[in-house]
């Protein structure tokens, strides 16, 4: 830990992984000998969390478990990074997150490469639909699909749809490029903060479709952690109270490791 003033804040020992830009929760993992990735969005990261569940799923294995975890990432942020698919490909094994399914790119809008929550562009498809709307007031990829979907809730299911075949199609993809054993992980949240629970967008049939490209489902239901909102055993400083209750706890993250843990060493078995 590092100290500055009077408040106290984590180390998270950033670091990057060959010629990426995208910066990553360290220390960096060696990738010369058998490694595990865990690939995935805020919670994986692990903000203000002495040990996330990646380190302790590490300690709960004995194998070396690089994280992975980016924050408010898409699936874009991983699939278009050449240097960062290496190390996905590279990994004896992969434990992927149902990343939410509205912080990508598809044939409605354009988001940023690496910050996936960014929005970018809108396509000629999305202004046929909403020929009214100036997406130029839109910054962020929530606030354009609550604005979207408060306009007609009708024209967002047309939206709504192409996104969830589109997280369909792009999550197979990447995981077909790992060619080691594929842990598809779902943390839910079952709260409606307006667009519907998390991982947004994503159902259990949208889960389901990707058992074929996978060894393991493992769903973990955190709704009652955030509800809570306990900071137990979390480090921040004190003006960053808020934002850390709105973050994944101590108690969330080792039970994710578990839930992890006991699919690796039981590779016969499937959580749901």
């Known amino acids: 830990m590092t100290y500055e003033g009077r408040d106290t804040e984590l180390d998270y020992h950033p670091c990057c992984y060959g010629s990426s830009r995208t910066i990553f929760r360290g220390p960096a993992v060696p ?11 805020s919670e994986i990261y692990g903000r203000y969390v002495v040990a996330p569940a990646t380190e302790q799923l ?7 478990v690089v994280n992975l975890g980016v924050q408010n990432a898409g699936i874009d942020a991983f699939y278009q990074d050449d240097d960062l698919m290496q190390v996905i490909e590279g990994a004896e094994t992969v434990v992927l997150q149902a990343l939410g399914a509205a912080n990508m790119s598809n044939r409605f ?3 940023h490469r690496r910050r996936n929550d960014r929005f970018l562009k809108r396509s000629v498809a999305m202004d046929n639909l909403y020929p009214k709307v100036d997406f130029s007031e839109f910054s962020f990829t929530r606030h354009m699909l609550l604005t979207l979907c408060d306009l007609s809730p009708e024209k967002f299911d047309i939206v709504r749809d192409e996104l969830s075949t589109a997280w369909v199609a792009r999550m197979r ?11 598809l992980l779902s943390i839910e949240d079952r709260r409606d903060l307006g667009l519907g629970p998390e991982p947004l967008f994503v159902t259990a049939d949208m889960l389901n479709a990707l058992s074929d490209s996978v060894d393991g489902i493992v769903r973990c239901d955190v709704t009652q952690d955030f509800l809570d909102a306990d ?4 480090v921040f400083p004190d003006l960053e109270e808020e934002v850390a209750r ?3 706890t101590p108690a969330a993250h080792a039970r994710i490791a578990e839930a992890v843990a006991d699919v690796l060493c039981r590779p016969d078995s499937l959580t749901v």
């Not at 990738?31 to 969005?41: A, E, F, M, N, S």
């Not at 590490?58 to 070396?64: S, V």
């Not at 900071?231 to 979390?234: E, F, I, K, L, N």
């Open 31 to 41: 990738l010369d000998k058998p490694y595990t990735v865990v690939v995935g969005g």
């Open 58 to 64: 590490a300690e709960r294995t004995g194998r070396r």
């Open 109 to 111: 809008y354009t988001v």
């Open 173 to 183: 993809a990447l995981l077909e490029r790992a060619p080691g054993r594929r842990i």
């Open 231 to 234: 900071t137990t055993g979390m």
């Open 246 to 248: 709105q973050c994944l």
